[in-house]
């Protein structure tokens, strides 16, 4: 791929018109083809509030481990806030279950897992009490190069619960490194400012329908498509995803090693209880103690914020041991890596995904220590 065709001025992106938002799988091309200095620009301007949306009350929850997911929150919220003048917005630890109660229109948002969305997000909406029922709610997540059925993992939990889900949308995102991995990914560099300026569009058409469904018009209430029909968004129904139980949060895959903490690297700072949505750890001794290992689902969190490296085990992020050479495959060896590039190759054909790596840029060949670097490999917990 040229550096010409990487230049996002001169690249066509996704945006959602009200159709696609109702029905996020019904997409096309805009008509127009902005950059990513232009996006910014307009994400800029300032908007006042719609009066006709006054005393609608919004809020975006989020689950991030990167940022990705809360970059995306923000946008959300930006773009519901032009509308009404209101929005909080919180991270999912810090969501109460019981004040949802108090708000119109619900947001909540997760990154995803091997092609499905985070277990944090299933045994939060799992916990939020029966007197939301009927509420007005939309999903949304970011994920990787291999989506898989996201969507569904996201919708169906709160369509149980009894909410009205009015809408649903994911972007790509960077990905921490992975043993069969290269650095950098192909999903590197999202989302950026186009991502955001249509996270805000995304939020401002939730509102206005919201508004609308709650005029009588139920007839824009979406319909989730079938499972088929997902494979075949995502990949051409080249990847199936053969899960049919969103209901049950999933323990990420891990490499089986149990984890622990390293003693002598602890200084007792407490980021890896912060950082832990099931609160397994305990950070008022030090070393910090794994109080109940059963229920960690492997997510490595606490691993990736440790600023010393003491957080060790068989995560999804940090605890790859021994390494699995037989993983890492590069494009045309027809195993491993090959579905990642196809797939990608596959969506930016079809207009669902910008590369803003190119392809002889990815090092497969990487070490696993080398990739993880010096700790810590988050900076902050968003």
Request: hydrophobic letters at 35%; glycine letters at 10%.
């Amino acid at each position: 791929m040229s550096e010409t065709s990487l230049n996002l001025t001169r690249r066509k992106f996704m945006a959602a018109s009200s159709a696609a938002i109702a029905a996020p799988f019904v997409m096309k091309m805009a008509g127009a083809v902005p950059n990513a200095e232009a996006a910014e620009k307009e994400a800029e301007k300032p908007k006042e509030a719609d009066k006709k949306f006054a005393g609608m009350k919004s809020i975006v929850i989020y689950y991030s481990m990167t940022g990705n997911t809360k970059k995306i929150a923000q946008g959300i919220q930006k773009g519901i806030i032009q509308r009404t003048g209101q929005c909080d917005i919180v991270r999912l630890k810090d969501a109460k279950p019981e004040e949802l109660v108090n708000y119109d229109l619900i947001g909540i948002g997760a990154s995803v897992y091997s092609s499905r969305v985070a277990p944090h997000f299933v045994d939060y909406v799992k916990s939020l009490p029966p007197n939301i029922k009927g509420k007005h709610a939309f999903f949304y997540c970011t994920h990787g190069i291999l989506p898989g059925r996201c969507i569904m993992s996201g919708v169906k939990p709160l369509q149980a619960l009894g909410l009205t889900v009015i809408g649903w949308k994911d972007w790509f995102g960077g990905c921490p490194y992975l043993p069969g991995h290269a650095l950098p990914w192909i999903s590197d560099g999202h989302p950026d400012a186009i991502d955001i300026a249509e996270a805000e569009a995304f939020g401002t058409a939730m509102v206005e329908l919201s508004r609308k469904i709650s005029e009588g018009k139920t007839d824009r209430i979406p319909e989730l498509p079938s499972p088929e029909a997902i494979d075949a968004f995502y990949s051409g129904g080249r990847l199936k995803v053969d899960v049919d139980d969103f209901l049950t949060p999933q323990k990420i895959p891990s490499s089986g090693f149990t984890r622990r903490v390293n003693a002598e690297k602890c200084i007792g700072c407490g980021l890896c209880a912060k950082a832990c949505f099931y609160n397994v750890i305990d950070a008022s001794v030090k070393p910090s103690v794994i109080m109940r290992p059963d229920d960690c689902v492997n997510c490595g969190f606490c691993s990736g914020i440790c600023p010393t490296g003491a957080m060790e085990g068989g995560d999804a992020i940090g605890g790859f041991e021994p390494e699995n050479e037989n993983a890492r495959r590069p494009r045309n060896t027809g195993t491993g890596d090959n579905n990642f590039i196809k797939t990608a190759d596959f969506l930016e054909a079809t207009g669902r995904f910008r590369r803003l790596v190119r392809e002889e840029d990815m090092n497969w060949n990487i070490s696993i220590e080398e990739a993880k670097g010096n700790p810590p490999r988050f900076k902050e917990i968003p």
